[in-house]
């Protein structure tokens, strides 16, 4: 018998959980890295951290995108 507490999630409720939440932090991470990626546009290209393994020119937005792809996976390792 279930308490009537106790939920019951099937396997597709929780990959959509863990999809949903990926997706926030992937927002959340690009929106943060986004304005670091603006601010750091006024210093000389040599001293931006994230721009040195850049091969082309790219916008602020990709650049963001790119750093948070790379950062992410490292959330789920704890």
Same mark, same amino acid.
């Given at each position: +018998?279930?308490?009537?507490? *106790?939920?019951? =999630?099937?396997?597709?409720?929780?990959?959509?959980?863990?999809?949903? @939440?990926?997706?926030?932090?992937?927002? +959340?991470?690009?929106?943060?890295?986004?304005?670091? @990626?603006?601010?750091?546009? =006024?210093?000389?290209?040599?001293?931006?951290?994230?721009?040195?393994?850049?091969?082309?020119?790219? @916008?602020?937005?990709?650049?963001?995108?790119?750093?948070?792809?790379?950062?992410?996976?490292?959330?789920? *390792?704890?």
């Amino acid at each position: +018998m279930l308490k009537a507490g *106790e939920v019951n =999630l099937g396997a597709q409720q929780v990959r959509q959980t863990d999809t949903r @939440s990926y997706r926030i932090l992937l927002a +959340m991470a690009v929106g943060c890295f986004f304005v670091v @990626s603006v601010i750091t546009r =006024l210093l000389p290209r040599a001293l931006r951290p994230f721009a040195a393994s850049a091969r082309k020119r790219e @916008s602020c937005f990709e650049e963001a995108r790119r750093v948070a792809l790379a950062v992410i996976p490292y959330a789920f *390792e704890w």
